[in-house]
């Protein structure tokens, strides 16, 4: 079975460009997470999607967006780059249930690097 | 609201025991620890649900003690393999999301 994958693995932009990275969850597997992970801030969450709908959001500005797609595919949409969104934005994937994750495994893409300059 | 994980940082040699700890200032549905390897994605190591209980498999096992909120990872007779960022994270009541705390780092030496 294929694990997450994330795309593009690197990416550089300057400040004020817009940015789209893309995750394919395992197949079957209905949630989506998106976290940023900066040294020594550990994994801030973003937001999960769950069978198309936002599910929950993390305390980023409106700059970071998501959707999901019927075949489960998410996307996270970074518009006015700072440079302060230079991270390893990484996507987690779960088959879930619809009460939420409280008891469900995440399985991780290895994430996409953003520079921003 | 993030958990805080202690300590930050810890360095031991092959062999030697390991602990690190995950606190919370908000009531917990449960507690969950991944593995991160430098360069590479976390991975779940194991789920704790609200209950006080205890899990592990091989030579890792976590704790979770529900009335002082705080959840602690044991790494017994550690190997190299167990290397890596660990994080923990936590579903607080009334909360929907899975919060991580900023990580642990072990380094095992020879």
């Known amino acids: 079975k294929a694990g997450v994958t994330q795309t593009p693995r690197y990416l550089i932009k300057t400040r004020g460009q817009q940015v789209t990275l893309s995750c394919s969850p395992i197949?079957?597997?209905?949630?989506v997470s998106w976290y940023q992970q900066t040294p020594g801030q550990g994994l801030q969450f973003l937001f999960e999607?769950?069978?198309?709908?936002?599910?929950n959001k993390g305390n980023f500005p409106g700059r970071f967006s998501g959707r999901q797609f019927s075949n489960s595919r998410s996307e996270m949409n970074v518009s006015t780059l700072e440079l302060g969104d230079s991270a390893l934005y990484l996507c987690?994937?779960?088959?879930?249930?619809?009460?939420?994750?409280?008891?469900?495994?995440?399985?991780f893409g290895s994430g996409t690097q953003l520079s921003v300059l | 609201q993030q958990p805080v994980q202690s300590p930050q940082a810890v360095i031991l040699r092959e062999g030697e025991d390991a602990v690190i700890n995950c606190s919370s200032s908000?009531?917990?549905?449960?507690v969950h620890w991944y593995r991160q390897k430098h360069g590479e994605a976390p991975v779940f190591l194991m789920i704790?649900?609200?209950?006080?209980e205890q899990k592990g498999h091989d030579k890792i096992s976590a704790s979770f003690n529900e009335k002082k909120q705080q959840s602690s990872l044991y790494l017994t007779a550690s190997q190299l393999s167990y290397s890596g960022t660990y994080f923990c994270?936590?579903?607080?009541?009334?909360?929907?999301?899975?919060?991580f705390g900023q990580g642990t780092r072990l380094t095992i030496n020879p």
């Open positions: 987690a994937s779960s088959f879930a249930r619809a009460n939420g994750l409280i008891n469900e495994k995440l399985f």
């Open positions: 197949s079957g597997h209905r949630s």
């Open positions: 999607y769950f069978s198309e709908t936002q599910r």
């Open positions: 908000k009531a917990l549905y449960s």
């Open positions: 704790l649900l609200k209950g006080g």
């Open positions: 994270g936590t579903f607080g009541e009334g909360a929907q999301k899975l919060v």
